[in-house]
């Protein structure tokens, strides 16, 4: 089993930066990937970014990729989502989540979820 709990989210204006941790607890964090998500109100879940075990490798999303650098730090079981120059279309509740199996762009292949925290990004 994998807790995850989220911090971090807020209020920024567009163009701004903000940066979102996710504390794990549980299994040994080295073990498996981290990913974060997003969700806005009346869309799908949609897959912002992911980390492999060693922080080697990353994967964003079309939409975050030049903006958005994910990272992890394993002596703190933490994994961050560094957001800059934020946009309206940020706005949305952001999920991490742990040890995917399959896609890491497909919710249903991660196994564990953060309660999320909410990013609103104003004019």
């Known amino acids: 089993q994998v807790q995850l709990v989220e911090s971090g989210g807020g209020l920024v204006p567009a163009g701004g930066s903000l940066r979102l941790s996710c504390a794990a607890s549980?299994?040994?964090?080295?073990?498996?990937?981290m990913g974060w998500f997003r969700q806005a109100p009346g869309k799908e879940r949609e897959f912002v970014a992911a980390?492999?075990?060693?922080?080697?490798?990353?994967f964003y999303g079309d939409s975050v990729k030049g903006r958005f650098t994910i990272s992890r730090d394993n002596a703190k079981n933490t994994v961050y989502l560094q957001m800059n120059s934020l946009k309206l279309e940020d706005t949305a509740v952001y999920y991490c989540?742990?040890?995917?199996?399959?896609?890491?762009?497909?919710?249903?292949?991660?196994?564990?979820w953060g309660q999320g925290t909410q990013v609103t990004v104003s004019s």
């Open positions: 989540a742990a040890d995917p199996e399959g896609t890491f762009t497909n919710t249903d292949a991660w196994a564990f």
């Open positions: 980390i492999t075990q060693s922080g080697s490798s990353t």
């Open positions: 549980g299994r040994a964090f080295s073990e498996y990937p």
